[in-house]
């Protein structure tokens, strides 16, 4: 960890400038990312037409990530209590034939009833679940169980306050400025545009997950890569069709 980019004093790529109309702002604070190698051939049969899994360091990755939202504007107007909530989803990561890099959501668990039924009629696979942030001295967590399903989630990581996470990896695994999504037959883009994450290293204290098995992807043992962020403000564009 720690190591910049090679040949850039500033590791993180410039983002998309997402212009009016906007479809929604959103804090994302809190964040805890969990990740695993994987082999492209796993995640190959996710994906929609025209996106492919995204390969570096000669792997694609499957991620466990957890925050909240305690703040959510859809378009210009703030959403109160509803606008408010935890999330914890599995995501893959993509590259669409047009260039577009982003990621594929398989689930995401929150804890309001509104946003998941807002994102299920984008074709957004949301289930609602009680899912919480937990604190507990310098570590930082989330549990997740979902309703009538069995599937749990809990972690927990201390962030190590002391480091900067700006090595190439941790930078591909966390700047991802868009989601690929597949709608009536066709593959769309949404981009999103936020500042460089102030990302740390982080030590992960507790685990247990049944997630990330449920999408379909068992993995073994403890993520390969741990990471923690007070969070950034993003701005979520309109979708564009995937050629």
């Known amino acids: 960890m720690g190591t910049p980019v090679h040949g850039t004093e500033d590791p993180w790529p410039a983002g998309p400038r997402v ?14 990312f969990l990740h695993w190698r994987i082999p492209a051939s796993a995640a190959a ?37 509803f606008g408010s909530f935890t999330e914890v989803n599995v995501r893959l990561y993509s590259r ?3 260039g577009s890099r982003g990621v594929l ?6 804890s309001r009833l509104v946003p998941v039924l807002a994102a299920r009629s984008l074709r957004i696979p949301y289930v609602w679940s009680r899912c919480r942030p937990t604190r507990s ?7 997740v169980e979902r309703f009538g399903r069995q599937a749990r989630s809990s972690f927990a990581v201390v962030p190590d306050y002391a480091r900067q996470a700006d090595d190439e990896l941790s930078v591909l695994l966390t700047a991802r400025f868009g989601l690929h999504a597949a709608f009536a037959g066709r593959t769309a ?11 740390h290293p982080a030590r992960l204290t507790h685990f247990h997950d049944e ?8 993995v073994e043992g403890p993520p ?3 990471h923690y962020s007070p969070g950034v403000r993003t701005l979520f564009g309109s979708p564009r069709r995937v050629a």
């Open 137 to 143: 001295g310098w570590g930082v967590g989330y549990d």
């Open 189 to 199: 883009f949404i981009p999103i545009s936020h500042r460089p994450w102030p990302l």
């Open 105 to 110: 959501f398989l689930s995401l668990d929150a």
């Open 211 to 218: 997630l990330v098995p449920a999408a379909g992807l068992p």
């Open 45 to 81: 049969p996710y994906m929609p037409p025209g996106v492919e899994p995204d390969v570096f360091h000669g792997s694609t990755w499957v991620g466990l990530i957890g925050f909240r939202a305690p703040q959510t504007e859809l378009g210009r107007v703030s959403v109160p209590f």
């Open 19 to 32: 212009t009016p109309p906007i479809l929604m702002a959103q804090t994302w604070a809190g964040t805890v």
């Open 96 to 98: 669409g034939r047009d």
């Open 224 to 226: 390969d890569t741990v």
